[in-house]
């Protein structure tokens, strides 16, 4: 039972970047997906959550407009695509599935710099 988030990087302000997250272990559909990130000496923080089916979304307001969380249930991944980056979203990014047990993933780095 695991979480791999991948798709991390160094990228210039105003650019873009789709993280991943592939699970196993559990059955994908049905349980809500979920985007956190964390910033150096900083609280984990919600950026994005999405239903079991994929047709409702909600974001932080500090990503709406920018962001957009999707799912893949035949491919048991969540993404995150991440345009106009800004350099206060630089941070871990970590996905979440309420799955009892389920441990947090290693997370992808996200680097907003010129």
């Known amino acids: 039972v695991q979480l791999v988030e991948s798709g991390g990087g160094l990228v210039q302000p105003g650019g873009s970047l789709r993280l991943s997250c592939a699970a196993s272990?559990?059955?994908?559909?049905?349980?809500?997906m979920s985007w956190y990130r964390q910033a150096p000496g900083k609280e984990r923080e919600l950026v994005a959550r999405?239903?079991?089916?994929?047709?409702?979304?909600n974001y932080a307001d500090s990503v709406k407009g920018r962001f957009t969380i999707s799912r893949d249930n035949a491919k048991n991944t969540v993404y995150l695509q991440m345009n106009s980056l800004k350099p206060e979203d630089t941070a871990v990014y970590y996905c979440?599935?309420?799955?009892?047990?389920?441990?947090w993933g290693q997370g992808t780095q996200v680097t907003v710099s010129s």
């Open positions: 979440y599935a309420p799955v009892p047990s389920l441990p």
């Open positions: 272990g559990f059955t994908f559909s049905s349980y809500v």
């Open positions: 999405i239903n079991k089916s994929g047709s409702s979304t």
